[in-house]
DNA sequence: ACTGAATGATACTAAACTTGTATCATTTAA
DNA sequence: TTAAATGATACAAGTTTAGTATCATTCAGT
């Protein structure tokens, strides 16, 4: 039952290393110090300028840049675009036809405990994370 | 990304069901109603007893019982019995020997989160859902 | 005693999700 | 023109969750 996956960890320190940095960095040279892999980074830093948190330029000399300053990107924002957006109460039937879906016990409570946690993972930034 | 499977939202509802009867319920009795695959509700029903959650008794007329009155259970113990504890901030590199395990960003914070939605999980009891 | 209904314990298969790999196309600076 | 970089996808391997199947054990009723 993971809050952070190994993915949502290696993008932190990843952006983490890009603020420090300031300027540009390559998916090459932020993977080879964190010690991740090198596909894997990648797959990571796109998802994050998809997600918007990241700017990138392409070709010679490109790289990554974060889009906005640290304390305006929160670990919320971070596990959103690589693992899409936090929800702990999708019904576990799948969603589509849930026969229990008025009578769900659960439901409620479970959506408004998921309601907390976003708070938290909202106020975390990147700035108290460097 | 789910607090809750599908495993725990059926032991849920089987306690609920244990809850009303009053008496002794067996395995069979509760997956038909509940349209719960009967082999499944029987591994749940046998998790919650070890956990403590509800007795059983064995051989003909047997059944289970809840082991404390439901405003003593907690989605926590439910949780807890199905799954196991609920942690949130495992080092995502399995343990071991993390070489981040000092320098990690993230672990402190998570932690904290995983308190929060501990202290959650645990405030609500089987009496609140049933 | 015997039988049938029930749980205890385990091993196994199948499906879903996470993690990591591999390619090819496109852009850009030198 | 070339090399270094990202964009987009498809694929393979590993791990977790979900469901199935068996056999052993207990116990009430006859
Ligand atoms: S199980 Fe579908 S909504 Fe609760
Ligand atoms: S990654 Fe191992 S402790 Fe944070």
């Known amino acids: 039952m993971k809050l952070i996956t190994r993915e949502v960890?290696?993008?932190v320190r990843a952006l983490a290393?890009?603020?420090?940095?300031g300027g540009g960095l390559s998916a090459?040279?932020?993977?080879?110090?964190?010690?991740?892999?090198?596909?894997?980074l990648r797959k990571i830093m796109q998802a994050l300028s998809r997600g918007g948190i990241t700017r990138s330029s392409r070709?010679?000399?490109?790289g990554f840049v974060l889009a906005r300053p640290?304390?305006?990107?929160?670990l919320g924002d971070i596990?959103?675009?690589?693992?899409?957006?936090?929800?702990?109460?999708?019904?576990?039937?799948g969603?589509?036809?849930c026969h229990n879906h008025r009578t769900c016990l659960l439901r409620g409570r479970v959506a408004a405990i998921e309601r907390k946690v976003?708070?938290?993972?909202?106020?975390?930034?990147?700035?108290d994370l460097s």
Do not use: M
């Open 9 to 11: 960890d290696y993008a």
């Open 79 to 93: 596990i959103a675009a690589v693992r899409g957006p936090l929800k702990f109460n999708d019904c576990v039937f």
């Open 70 to 74: 640290p304390r305006r990107i929160s």
């Open 95 to 97: 969603g589509a036809l």
């Open 28 to 40: 090459a040279g932020l993977a080879g110090p964190a010690g991740v892999p090198r596909p894997v």
């Open 59 to 62: 070709g010679r000399g490109g």
């Open 118 to 127: 976003l708070d938290e993972v909202r106020r975390v930034t990147l700035a």
């Open 17 to 21: 290393a890009v603020a420090r940095a």
